[in-house]
């Protein structure tokens, strides 16, 4: 039984760096930007891999050790996050610029079909990239009010445009109000954020929707299937070791093991339908759970992927925090109330 189980966490790992693998050929496309976001994807697992990698052929590292490795894999992917940011501003500085007639600062008069032969200082360089078209420009352009974000300056930026300006409301609300109204007048074609730029100043930035993460594929809903039924087995398992037999062994005894396998699917189902409630009140769109099977105690739970943009970093908190949340409160119930309805024949007994 044993050796079963520690070939299934062999076969975890194996399966995780192939992932990994998988994730350094579809980053390599992106260039430096790509590896140093793998990177820390490798960062995050690394201390994982280890500690499970380690158990697997029977060697065991103290607490101390596996607070270390966490320290460090922080670290490491903080100083990542810093190298990246430093890689979009420089990017950002090498962007073409158009610079904006600053006679009338309105956002009526920012307009990037202005040019002419005669003025050639306002001709667009040529990018890799289609820019906005005149049309659309001009409608984008006015959604912009003194009430709510005053654009001086636009500049074109990949398929997109940002603007540079004063605000004067609440972000939040004065990315609410953008958004909105750029939905009205465009439909579901164009995105808006409202970012601080390295100077700590207000931009706004409008992309196509083109650019929008891509939802799960066919094959992807069905691998998020097989691993939910594969970690259901393991539940199970994981419940007859608790009570001294083997499951796969002797299916039989299901009844004996079911109180346990519905007491670890409740958190688990709680910890996603909260995901889903918080990312469907702030209309964002989050993925089926991919559940992560492991014999030693059922489940390592699961990952989930956003398959629409962040408005903000408050959503992004609000949808994270939802599911660990709402798992952990139901799990604090279930202990509560186990140990008020254990007596001296209880069947697992807890030295108090």
């Known amino acids: 039984m044993f050796i079963a189980s520690d070939n299934t966490t062999i076969f975890i790992l194996l399966i995780s760096l192939g992932i990994l693998a998988w ?3 579809r980053a390599r ?3 430096k930007a790509g590896i140093l976001s793998w990177l820390q994807s490798v960062s995050l ?4 891999l280890l500690f499970f990698g380690l158990t697997a052929f029977g060697i065991y590292i103290n607490l101390v050790s596996i607070l270390l490795l966490f320290v460090a894999a922080t670290g490491i992917y903080i100083y990542l996050g810093r190298k990246l940011r430093s890689l979009a501003e420089e990017l950002e500085d090498s962007q073409p610029k158009v610079p904006q007639e600053t006679e009338t600062p309105t956002p009526e ?16 360089p040529k990018t890799d990239t289609t820019p906005i078209n005149p049309e659309d420009l001009k409608v984008i352009q006015g959604i912009f ?7 001086t300056e636009t500049f074109p930026y990949q398929e997109g445009v940002i603007f540079k300006g004063n605000l004067r409301s609440d972000p939040e609300e004065v990315h609410g109000r953008l958004s909105s109204s750029l939905q009205e007048k465009m439909g579901d074609r164009f995105r808006l954020f409202l970012i601080e730029n390295p100077d700590g100043k207000p931009v706004v930035i409008v992309l196509p929707s083109s650019n929008d993460p891509q939802p799960a594929t066919g094959g992807q809903k069905i691998l998020a299937l097989v691993l939910l039924v594969i970690t259901v087995a393991t539940i199970f398992q994981a419940g007859g070791l608790l009570l001294g037999f ?7 005894r299901y009844g004996e093991v079911l109180p346990i396998a519905i007491g670890i699917g409740s958190v688990l189902a709680a910890h996603e339908i909260a995901h889903q409630v918080i990312a469907n009140r702030h209309q964002v769109k989050f993925s089926l759970p991919f559940f992560i099977p492991t014999v030693q105690i059922g489940t390592f739970g699961a990952f989930n992927r956003f ?12 949808v994270a ?12 119930l279930m202990l509560l109330l186990g140990l008020i309805l254990s007596h001296q024949g209880s069947l697992f007994q807890v030295p108090t």
């Open 145 to 151: 009010g003194i009430d709510t974000f005053f654009a």
């Open 109 to 124: 008069a920012v307009n990037l079909s202005d040019t002419s032969p005669e003025t050639p200082q306002q001709q667009t």
């Open 23 to 25: 994730g350094y050929y």
């Open 321 to 332: 925090l939802a599911g660990p949340a709402a798992g952990g409160l139901l799990s604090l």
């Open 246 to 252: 083997d499951f796969f062994s002797e299916p039989r």
């Open 45 to 48: 697992m690394g201390p994982w």
């Open 29 to 31: 496309p992106f260039g």
């Open 307 to 318: 398959e629409s943009v962040l408005p903000n970093r408050k959503v992004l908190f609000d």
